[in-house]
């Protein structure tokens, strides 16, 4: 099994900035992809952001790409999305999911483990 736990989401002002965090811990060495997801209410749970363990070329959400970065600390088993410039649109439950899928994937049924989610709101 893998735990995961996101942090740092919030609430923020249109342009501004934030951080999220999502640690694993558990058997970690049974994923290989790590993706970021979100949810706005009324939406469908697409997905933003998806990078390997072992590195590469992430994927992003076309609506995304630019203003958010995909990274990851192995050595802490941790993944992060530093989201810039943000806007109204993406006020969302955002939430960290790991794959034991071996290429990079956007597909939900092909995440094993999800994280329990954080909350991102960006005020206009």
């Known amino acids: 099994q893998v735990q995961l736990a996101e942090s740092g989401g919030g609430l923020v002002q249109a342009g501004g900035s934030l951080r999220l965090s999502c640690a694993a811990s558990?058997?970690?060495?049974?994923?290989?992809?790590m993706g970021w997801f979100r949810q706005a209410p009324g939406k469908e749970r697409e997905c933003v952001a998806v990078?390997?363990?072992?590195?590469?070329?992430?994927y992003y959400l076309g609506t995304v790409k630019g203003r958010f970065t995909i990274s990851s600390d192995n050595a802490r088993n941790t993944v992060y999305l530093q989201m810039n410039n943000l806007h109204a649109g993406d006020t969302a439950v955002y939430y960290c999911?790991?794959?034991?899928?071996?290429?990079?994937?956007?597909?939900?049924?092909?995440?094993?483990?999800w994280g329990q989610g954080t909350q991102v709101t960006v005020s206009s």
């Open positions: 999911a790991a794959s034991k899928f071996v290429a990079l994937t956007t597909s939900r049924d092909r995440y094993d483990y």
């Open positions: 990078i390997r363990w072992s590195g590469g070329s992430p």
């Open positions: 558990g058997r970690t060495s049974s994923t290989y992809v």
